[in-house]
């Protein structure tokens, strides 16, 4: 029996009429045989999974910069975070929730060292800027294994469309967006409370009442609103309610841990650091891996070193600075 065809007939009989059909994709950029067993949905999550990109995301930060305590999210954790509500919702609305899995597991696979902070240096670098959901598609298309994942149509429009700004072709991809929100907006919260930086009774209390007190409450009452209002819609989607109560708790977290908070003090060193690994590595570009300096030859040589330290850990990205920049002790011979 072909396990892959049986699953295909079983998403065509259960699916909603606006899911997207693992048999239906689009495809992909290089044909290739299809497996037995998985869909080709199922087989794109799996080849993310596997990879270092993914991998590499525990060690990289989400909003804290190097916290103490094991207890703060991570890239890893977050996307893991986003995974698990965005799987919720699509099941609830009887959506693909392989598609959805695969693009929430995919949707930082290019995000830098450090956060956003990260990606705010590499953006005034280069020319053409830079954007962490550009950088992931990058990563899946073309320097994953050096050759790239060739994944499904799907997967790369939702990735490459997951932030508020982007508009995914999918249901499935629709919900990764608003999961992403929904998982960081808490889950900063919850880290920021951690800290010390805010206390319960500081939040907005117009969203409190209507999201809830406490962590858990809220992120219920936002999953539970998106499945009761995109229920056999064309659309994924928050109600006005609470969609404006999300959106002032996302103004405020900007404006109290996001910028000018005690979070951040480390972010001026960040950019010092990742500002000269860039300056050394483009006047030194045989420090890199053989696939960077391939790439500085076909395309240039920022574009490859913008590759080469967005793919950085916060930690690798501290040991190279440290390799370069700062003296060691002389090895002296008795």
Same mark, same amino acid.
């Given at each position: ?195 010390? !930086?805010?206390? =319960?009774?500081?939040? $907005?209390? #117009?969203?409190? @009442? ?7 409450? &809220? ?62 590595? !483009?006047?030194? =570009?045989?420090?890199? $891996?053989? #696939?960077?300096? @391939? ?7 920022? &574009? ?31």
């Amino acid at each position: 029996m072909n396990f892959r065809k049986r699953q295909e007939e079983i998403e065509k009989s259960c699916l909603s009429p606006y899911a997207s059909l693992s048999s239906k994709s689009k495809g992909r950029c290089i044909p290739c045989e299809k497996c037995s067993i998985r869909t080709d949905f199922q087989r794109d999550r799996d080849r993310i999974l596997h990879s270092k990109a993914f991998r590499r995301l525990k060690h990289k930060t989400q909003v804290f910069i190097s916290p103490e305590g094991d207890h703060y999210r991570t890239r890893l954790t977050h996307t893991l975070e986003v995974s698990q509500i965005a799987r919720t919702i699509s099941r609830s609305l009887r959506l693909n929730e392989d598609l959805t899995e695969a693009i929430a597991l995919g949707h930082d696979l290019g995000h830098t060292p450090f956060g956003h902070t990260g990606e705010q240096v590499l953006n005034e670098l280069l020319e053409t800027g830079f954007r962490h959901e550009e950088q992931s598609v990058r990563v899946v298309d073309f320097l994953e294994q050096g050759k790239g994942l060739n994944l499904t149509w799907e997967v790369r429009d939702g990735i490459k469309n997951h932030t508020t700004r982007g508009n995914p072709a999918t249901l499935e991809g629709q919900v990764v967006r608003l999961s992403d929100w929904i998982a960081y907006i808490n889950h900063d919260i919850d880290d920021a409370e951690r800290a010390g !930086i805010l206390k =319960p009774e500081d939040l $907005p209390q #117009e969203s409190v @009442k209507v999201l809830g007190k406490k962590h858990g409450e &809220r992120i219920d009452t936002m999953i539970k609103d998106v499945i009761s209002t995109s229920f056999k819609q064309p659309i994924v989607a928050m109600s006005d309610d609470i969609y404006n109560a999300t959106q002032k708790l996302r103004s405020y977290l900007f404006e109290n841990v996001y910028v000018g908070s005690s979070a951040k003090t480390q972010e001026k060193k960040v950019k010092t650091m990742l500002r000269l690994l860039f300056e050394y590595y !483009i006047q030194h =570009p045989n420090s890199m $891996p053989p #696939e960077f300096i @391939k790439i500085s030859k076909e395309e240039n040589i920022k &574009r490859a070193v913008a590759d080469y330290i967005a793919g950085m850990t916060d930690i690798y990205a501290i040991k190279k600075f440290r390799e370069f920049f700062m003296p060691s002790s002389w090895p002296l011979e008795i």
